[in-house]
């Protein structure tokens, strides 16, 4: 019997590699685009990067390949760095103004304000958030208020900017409260268009906008449901409007804000532990790691 299992074992092996009862397809081939340290940092990290370095307890500012001081008007301030921008923001959890610098340290405008300072990558929009977070003021690169841009809702809980390289007829940012209304802006902080997410009573957690500002994600909480809605941001000779692509209920309540993608019609969700999938309207992956 035995031997007869060994004759017949390879056989049955041909045939199942052969014809799989499923189809696999291949897995998308990974590029390693650029790796580097601080001090010696690679041909993408000079040209791209702009960051906030601590080395041997002393703060200082990663621009392009170079290493700069800071500033004493820093030592004891937080700092605000957009990778992509010009320069830096300081201010103080409890202070009375904010001031913009060169990557340098030349101080190009100081305002008054006691709000926290939120940039976009490319230093072009400056979100001001109260310290209740129930309203944002908008500035320009060059401090100036925003006309029109004075944006209020019940408790702001995310924001999300599009890609500085990649969203030339797009929106710049949006910014969602939990009572589900929202607010999206174009290039130095315009405000584009607003509306709510759903009439129906919810709990707004988290919102993403595409590379090219062209589309919108919400996750939000409506009767203890988690539910992720798609939108597109369409342009016309009236101005802009947010038209829904599908709205989807998700089979695990998330009651915090998290972290999202999205292109097109599909979204990438990022809760602890979890990955989550949707592509027109359908969840194609959920997995829970251990």
């Known amino acids: 019997m035995i031997r007869l299992g060994l004759v017949f074992f390879p056989i049955m092996a041909l045939i199942l590699f052969r014809y799989p009862s499923v189809s696999i397809d291949g ?3 990974l590029a390693h685009v650029n790796s580097a340290e601080i001090e010696s940092p690679g041909q993408l990290g000079r040209e791209k990067v702009q960051l906030l370095w601590q080395s041997e307890g002393k703060r200082r500012i990663y621009n392009s390949g170079r290493i700069l001081d800071l500033p004493g008007a820093a030592d004891d301030r937080k700092i605000y760095v957009p990778h992509a921008g010009q320069g830096y923001f300081l201010f103080q959890r409890m202070g009375k103004e904010i ?8 101080l190009f405008w100081q305002r008054e304000s006691s709000a926290y300072p939120v940039s976009s990558p490319d230093g072009d929009i400056l979100l001001l958030i109260t310290g209740d977070s129930n309203r944002v003021d908008v500035m320009d690169r060059n401090g100036i208020l925003v006309e029109g841009s004075t944006l209020s809702g019940s408790l702001l ?26 607010f999206v802006l174009g290039k130095a902080g315009k405000l584009l268009c607003k509306g709510l997410v759903t009439e129906k009573p919810m709990f707004a957690r988290s919102v993403a906008i595409s590379a090219d500002g062209k589309t919108l994600a919400f996750h939000y909480d409506q009767s203890g449901t988690d539910h992720v809605q798609v939108a597109r941001l369409i342009a016309s000779e009236e101005g802009f409007a947010v038209e829904e692509s599908y709205d989807i209920e998700l089979k695990s309540n998330h009651p915090y804000t998290i972290s999202m993608l999205v292109q097109d019609d599909i979204a990438l969700l990022g809760p602890p532990g979890e990955t989550i999938v949707v592509n027109s309207g359908k969840v194609i992956l959920d997995r829970v790691y251990e």
């Open 27 to 29: 897995q998308p081939a």
């Open 157 to 182: 809980v995310d924001y999300s900017f599009s890609s500085p390289a990649h969203s030339e007829q797009g929106a710049s940012a949006v910014i969602l409260f939990s009572d589900g209304r929202y």
């Open 99 to 106: 001031e913009h610098r060169s990557s340098s340290g030349e």
